[in-house]
């Protein structure tokens, strides 16, 4: 005869590390709830719940209405590191949302999140760089984090921050620095930037060149960029094995090279024999960018010079399946034939 046993084994699915929760939305006021308790074993499940459900942007629209961007903004100050971790790990979560975006900017989360920069555990600050990286896609949220006054704080951890790290602030920077750089070159981003070019890692080195795109667009920009010789680097990166780094150097040197000492930095460390083999890449950024930059340098009679024994090759760009190619030949050609 058959006995019953009772298993020693908890039931297969159940994770004994998240609270035990009601269906869809109904989880979110008990969550809360949970969230501001003073049992740390209860704080973390409630934390492990939400990091599944703050996937659904309806659970995010309901969390914030019910105040739990409030109980995990105070969080972030919690005194365990598993809370701080999984709760910035939430707000990522959110921030990956439009309604999460826009909330953190409403709800001033940008410096509550500042608090945690100088964290001991690698874990929670590359939580929190994810959630600037999102954040700073959308205009307001990069010049909120310009506002809040972090560009200095973010270029500062550029030089001792891990390389992952590294990254997400690269991608912060970029779209900050292209609404108001001068937070940045106050902070001296440019020599700091110059480092970067030399990383040993592609995408560090194809970030940091746009990052240079975006700070270079003001004069001042500009005219670090020369002065700190960050052009010739520039040069040497139009080489580079890595696509994206080709096209970013690139971009870099089409603005570095809008003045006249830019102009003549760039034609010193023979811009011109570099740019014009990237003319036939197979990316069209690529492609742009270096027809840009040749134009830039056919401003300068010595450029002009040298480029007009290669006017074929821009009227192969005229032919060109994109149409900002296209029109980009047509004004390189017609600033290498001009006469004066």
Known sequence: MAHARISMFLPPNINPTQAAIAY?????????????????????KALMSLCDLMHDPEYVYEAINIGCLESL???????????????TEVLYIMATHNMGRTSFLEHDVILDLSF??????SACRENLHKVYQQLAQLPSGARGIITSGLVPSLVWKLQREEETIQELILDT???????DATQALKSHAVP??????LSTNNKIRSKAARALIAISIPL??????RQHDVIPILVDLLKDQDKEVQANAAGALM?????????????????????????DSPLSKVRLNATKALTMLAEAPEGRKRLQTQV?????????????????????????????
């Open 312 to 340: 074929p090759a821009f009227r192969a760009l005229e032919k060109d399946k994109n149409q900002a190619i296209q029109r980009a030949a047509q004004i390189a050609i017609k600033v290498i034939e001009w006469k004066p």
């Open 220 to 225: 001042e920009g500009k005219n670090q960029v």
């Open 73 to 87: 903004t105070a969080l972030l100050k919690d005194t365990d590191t598993l809370v701080r971790i999984k709760t």
């Open 173 to 179: 920077l970029a779209p900050c620095l292209q609404e």
């Open 192 to 197: 700091f930037l110059k480092q970067k070019l």
């Open 116 to 121: 945690l920069l100088n964290d001991p555990h």
């Open 255 to 279: 603005h570095a090279t809008v003045t006249t000492e830019g102009k003549y930095a760039a034609l010193d460390a023979e811009a011109i024999s570099s740019l014009l083999k990237l003319l």
């Open 24 to 44: 869809g939305c109904w989880a979110l006021p008990k969550l809360n709830k949970e969230l501001q308790s003073e049992d740390l074993l209860t704080r973390q």
